[in-house]
T-cell receptor, first 111, second 114 residues
Framework: EDKVVQSPLSLVVHEGDTVTLNCSYE??????LLWYKQEKKAPTFLFML????IEKKSGRLSSILDKKELFSILNITATQTGDSAVYLC???????????FGKGITLSVRP | NAGVTQTPKFQVLKTGQSMTLQCAQD?????MYWYRQDPGMGLRLIYY???????DKGEVPNGYNVSRLNKREFSLRLESAAPSQTSVYFC?????????????FGDGTRLSIL
């Protein structure tokens, strides 16, 4: 059974802090790993990672994949209250691009 | 620039009632998906349609049926609603091809079954 585990499940930080969100996986057929941000409604796409060691970056957010150790991290620097959300990690297992999701990490950024 | 549109946004049903959740996308995507999201459980795949004319079961298909009406629309039906189906339902779509693409999600339908 494919499994995606995210940690920690929740996190409270203050504005300006740097946070690291973790995602580990055990799947039979890996194609890519995706990060989404979910505020009130639809999950919105952040990054897709397919190759080890190549950092993807967008503003204050960055992510990297380690296919040998089967994990990914999402870093957020200089956090803002607008970063408060649930961060979802998902693995594309290749069969018709089905995604297996982790339970999500709830990040709260206090002013 | 609508993306993925789900209707209704909220619904309350009584046990045993039936209901169809609608999903439409205007991005010319070929694959579409239905998920449910429960507290502490993450998103779980109910059914998916890899292309027009095909549908397949996901992780939690029991109690649901789907119809891929055309390339744009993919509906989810609850024939006899049960309290365990109280959840937030998300529809997603993606372009299937040689290059991997992310799934794009609708805003969800919050369904309560009493």
């Amino acid at each position: 059974e494919d499994k995606v585990v995210q940690s920690p499940l929740s996190l409270v930080v203050h504005e300006g802090d740097t946070v690291t969100l973790n995602c580990s996986y055990e799947v039979t057929n890996f194609r890519s790993l995706l990060w989404y941000k979910q505020e009130k409604k639809a999950p919105t796409f952040l990054f897709m990672l397919t190759s080890s060691g190549i950092e993807k970056k967008s503003g204050r957010l960055s992510s990297i994949l380690d296919k040998k150790e089967l994990f990914s991290i999402l870093n957020i620097t200089a956090t803002q209250t607008g970063d408060s959300a649930v961060y979802l990690c998902a693995v594309n297992t290749g069969a018709n691009s089905k995604l297996t999701f982790g339970k999500g990490i709830t990040l709260s950024v206090r002013p | 620039n609508a993306g993925v549109t789900q209707t209704p946004k909220f619904q309350v049903l009584k046990t045993g009632q039936s209901m169809t959740l609608q999903c439409a996308q205007d991005m010319n995507h070929n694959s579409m998906y239905w998920y449910r999201q429960d507290p502490g459980m993450g998103l779980r795949l109910i059914y998916y349609s890899a292309s027009e004319g095909t549908t397949d079961k996901g992780e939690v298909p029991n109690g649901y049926n789907v119809s891929r009406l055309n390339k744009r629309e993919f509906s989810l039906r609850l024939e006899s609603a049960a309290p365990s189906q109280t959840s937030v339902y998300f529809c997603a779509s993606k372009l299937q091809g040689n290059l991997d693409q992310p799934q794009h999600f609708g805003d969800g339908t919050r369904l309560s079954i009493l």
